[in-house]
């Protein structure tokens, strides 16, 4: 049935009671309803339907069918603010706006609502890199790269670098290279410049620092299928290109006849071998196959092999001796390692070295030699343009096809190799945009839009791109330009309903809390509820984000943009404030207060006698086996022998909790401790105690404490044995030991 409402008016109809005149109709005729014309499917039935601005939806059959009215649909002023990138995240677009980051609902919604946000993907970068970005793109590969100004950064890698040492780089063989196989100026005008499988051109009578015609090119797709070109020149107005020779010195060749260069001469390309250039064996050098350069002069032709040149008079038709060729060409410097050379337009000759570099010679005097790859085959590319507009305006994925927006150029990457872009690419948007399949269906308009917008004085075209499976948006100022490839799609309704759960995804538990029947889980920036003691499944709504739901449900306004990141720790004490760790803060919420304060210095705070307001030891001795014992107050530690950088793992134990059953006072503090005849002494005021019988370390065996609870560990000897002494302190020596010559430098303060 259909409904019709009023125009301009309320969405829904003027009577629900009446449906439109000749209506129940058959499912099968909803082709014919607007916006439903470009359905190509039928279906029996409809369990579900809803539509946004652009599409309609139905569900039908274990399929949802989306149907567009347009390929391209227009909407004006979407967003709120000038948009300086867009991406996708959690399956909602993030926008950013010059005061911050939005995230939108869905952009061809009814109505289009945006809300802040703090993409989880920045949270972690540096606070420079968090803002003013101006493309992200989840490649391909596998990673995600950010695009900021002139920079790239690697966010997998946490690594950044100059984007033009990676992105929108044309395969240039002789940049890449830096060589040049051979080189000439054709019958038409052109110079044409070879290395390895590609050429290029150049149409004027510069070359150093000109920009080539266009991007390189593929030799096989042009030169009568010769895969390489290893020599070229014209003689007699007849061009000859050979490929280089194989192992028995054979080589193809082909050869144009006139000043096109659509296809060769009938019956090529043909074979040859040294014997095409009938040098005489007395002036042949050794090896010869194939020379370097042929060159004209006059009446003569020049072959340049090796260090040597050999002249062949053309009217005589006689060869002349090996000469070398600097004597031609004064000044130009050793010649070994010459891979090409050619006389250009401007009428000086170019040499071209293996060592990547080049010299010029204008008939007088030879230039400076410079690197290859620093003047030759330079292209218009704005991604490489080294002058701090090399920029990435826009990124987008679409099925598998990545493009980069720069300026009034794009280019295109057909797979996950990023490491070069599609042949022939950049290009201009204007003119060649919507030959590209995902962007065909955008009308000539776009395209005079975003030439005007350039000439305007705009530095970009495309602002921001984002895209799923079937449609790409473009941002265009605060105009959004959605282009669907297909006007209609069926896809599989599993796809809808994905729920983001951290601790599903990571396999992980940051922390947990208990407050009154509820448990909570944190994992990420999210957490999830359970109530009660069933574990089986969490409460329903969940998981949510730490910053949107767990407030309200510890009772406060709102936490630390932090804590929003992740929890790493919590508790709820007896007294009922919600205790949270982040990081290097804990948050403490109580009656719906929160308080923050640095965990340092106020959690994991160890009691520690040594480090109090009294300075210095109050006794220390050195074990038999070379431990050393230090006492401070009512505690005690040990350093390994040897090593007196820091104490041993387990101190400051308590004097209590490890050296006997001494007396009451002993446990709060002693000021004297030596070894003597095999027993440790321990003394305070006027009195001593023999702790030990043999030079054993203290025991770390576990005791009952006095109260009857688990206590530390106590050693497992006797008694301690203790004498008093009447004036100045005297230390008992065991029966049986002479006290003549016992050592008194043992007595604390000299009192023996």
């Known amino acids: 049935m259909r409904y019709t409402r009023a125009e301009g008016g309320s969405p829904y109809p003027e009577d629900p009671g009446l449906v439109d005149i000749g209506y129940p109709r058959k499912l099968s005729a909803l082709a014919q309803e607007p916006r439903l014309h470009n359905l190509r499917t039928t279906v029996d039935s ?50 950013e706006h010059p005061d911050g980051w939005y995230r939108y609902s869905a952009l ?79 019958s038409d005008g052109r110079t044409y410049v070879f290395r390895g499988d590609q050429f290029v051109t150049y149409t004027g009578d510069a070359y150093l620092d000109a920009e080539v015609d266009g991007e390189p090119r593929t030799i096989a797709d042009h030169w009568g299928g010769l895969d390489r070109v290893a020599l070229a020149y014209v003689r007699d107005g007849v061009t000859y290109l050979f490929e280089p020779p194989d192992p028995s010195g054979i080589m193809r060749y082909v050869a144009y006849s006139g000043p096109g260069y659509a296809r060769p001469d009938e019956g090529y390309p043909r074979t040859a071998d040294a014997t095409f250039w009938d040098v005489p064996d007395e002036h042949r050098p050794d090896g010869f196959t194939l020379p370097r350069a042929v060159l004209g002069s006059g009446t003569s032709t020049l072959l340049l092999t090796g260090e040597v040149c050999l002249q062949h008079n053309d009217a005589t038709g006689t060869w002349s001796y090996p000469r070398p060729v600097e004597r031609f060409w004064r000044g130009i410097g050793p010649v070994d390692g010459l891979t090409a050379a050619f006389t250009g337009r401007d009428g000086a000759t170019y040499f071209f070295f293996a060592s990547g570099e080049f010299v010029r010679h204008d008939g007088r005097s030879a230039g400076a030699r410079d690197q290859i790859r620093a003047r030759w085959a330079r292209t218009r590319n704005n991604f490489l343009a080294a002058t701090g507009e090399d920029i990435v305006d826009a990124a987008v994925v679409h099925r598998g096809v990545t493009f980069l927006f720069s300026g009034d150029q794009y280019v295109r990457y057909s797979g996950a190799d990023y490491r070069y872009v599609d042949p022939g690419y950049p290009k201009p948007i204007v003119g060649n945009i919507r030959a590209e399949k995902a ?29 799923d499976d079937r449609t790409v948006h473009l941002f265009v100022g605060r105009t959004c330009h959605a282009v669907s490839h297909e006007l209609a799609a069926s896809y599989d309704p599993g796809i809808l309903g994905r729920v983001r759960n951290t601790v599903a995804d990571r396999g992980r538990v940051d922390a947990a809390l208990v407050a009154g029947e509820h448990t909570y889980l944190f994992s990420g920036d999210q957490y999830v509820r359970y109530t009660g003691g069933d574990y089986t499944r969490v409460d329903d709504a969940y998981p949510r984000t730490i910053a949107a739901g767990l407030p309200g449900e510890l009772g406060a306004a709102a936490l630390p943009v932090e804590f929003g990141d992740g929890i790493d720790a919590a508790f709820r004490d007896g007294d009922g404030s919600t205790y949270l760790f982040a990081g290097g803060s804990c948050a403490r919420i109580s009656d719906g207060a929160v308080t923050v304060t640095p965990i340092r210095g106020a959690w994991g705070v160890v009691r520690n006698a040594f480090r109090g307001e009294r300075a210095g030891l109050d006794a220390a001795f050195v074990a038999a086996t070379g431990e050393l014992y230090a006492f401070a107050g009512d505690q005690y530690v040990r350093y390994a022998r040897g090593q007196l950088a820091t104490v041993e793992a387990g101190y400051p134990r308590r004097i209590r909790d490890a050296w006997g059953d001494l007396p009451a006072a ?27 019988a043999t030079g054993s370390t203290p025991s770390t065996a576990p005791t009952r404490s006095r109260s009857g609870t688990a206590g530390p560990a106590r050693p497992t000897t006797a008694r301690a044995t203790c004498t008093r002494s009447r004036g100045s302190r005297r230390w008992p020596v065991p029966a049986g030991t002479p006290t003549a010559g016992s050592p008194r430098s043992c007595c604390p303060g000299g009192a023996c």
């Open 108 to 186: 061809e919604g009814t109505a289009v609502a945006r809300e802040p946000v703090r993409p989880r993907l920045l949270r972690s970068l540096p606070a420079q890199r968090r803002t003013g970005l101006d493309a992200v793109l989840r490649g391909t590969d596998g990673n995600t790269y950010l695009f900021q100004g002139t920079t790239c950064v690697n966010v997998e890698l946490g690594r950044e670098y100059p984007l033009a040492e990676e992105w929108g780089r044309p395969r240039n063989a002789v940049y890449h290279e830096n060589a040049v196989d051979a080189a000439f100026v054709g």
């Open 46 to 95: 409809v369990s579900a339907a809803f539509a946004d601005r652009g599409t309609v939806y139905l569900f039908s059959g274990g399929r949802c069918h989306a149907v567009s009215g347009a390929a391209h649909r227009r909407y004006d002023d979407l967003a709120a603010d000038a948009v300086g990138c867009a991406f996708v995240e959690d399956g909602a677009v993030c926008v």
């Open 666 to 692: 002993f446990e709060r503090g002693v000021d004297g401790a030596f070894r003597f005849a095999g027993r440790t002494y321990l003394a305070r005021g006027t009195t001593t105690c023999a702790t030990r």
């Open 439 to 467: 962007f065909a269906g955008l009308p000539a308009a776009v395209e005079d839009d975003l030439a005007e917008r350039h000439a305007a004085g705009s530095r970009s075209m495309v602002d921001a791109a984002v895209a």
